[in-house]
């Protein structure tokens, strides 16, 4: 319609996008410390995780006995989801990888998965 084009326009153009983005990268940028936070509290030490400058994407590269598309089953079954390296690659590699997506604010939920995921990771261990 002619009038949500209008408000869209008007949004654009006198910064209402360019605030709503810093908005969000602020935002974006606390949780991401919150959650390698919480990652430092719950997995392995040997997790390792990338840091981007972008996105709500996190990385966790976890030890090599942890086995990602188990974790992912057993997660699942306990409410928590998070996406195992094995999706994102066409040879089924990354097999002790996780993406992590930080784009839910920290709350008791979100702690108890961690603690359920690092939980369940210990319980690997040869």
Same mark, same amino acid.
């Given at each position: =319609? ?7 326009? @008007?949004?654009? !153009? %006198?910064?209402?996008?360019?605030? %709503? ?12 410390? !919150?959650?390698? %936070? ?28 942890? @086995?990602?598309? &188990? ?6 079954? !306990?409410? &928590? =989801? ?6 994102? =690659? &066409?040879?089924? !590699?990354?097999? %002790? ?5 930080? =784009?839910?604010? &920290? ?14 990771? @210990?319980?690997?261990?040869?």
């Amino acid at each position: =319609s002619t009038i949500a084009q209008a408000a869209m326009a @008007d949004f654009l !153009q %006198h910064g209402g996008y360019d605030r %709503h983005l810093r908005k969000l990268r602020t935002k974006f940028e606390l949780q991401q410390h !919150q959650y390698l %936070h919480l990652i430092a509290q719950y997995f392995p030490a040997e997790t390792q995780v990338t840091r981007p400058h972008g996105g709500y994407f996190l990385w966790a590269a976890l030890p090599e006995h942890v @086995d990602a598309l &188990v974790l992912f089953q057993q997660a699942l079954a !306990q409410g &928590v =989801s998070v996406a195992p390296g094995p999706m994102f =690659s &066409v040879r089924r !590699q990354c097999r %002790h990888c996780i993406r992590i997506n930080y =784009s839910k604010p &920290v709350d008791a939920p979100v702690e108890q998965a961690f603690r359920t995921l690092g939980r369940l990771m @210990d319980a690997m261990r040869p």
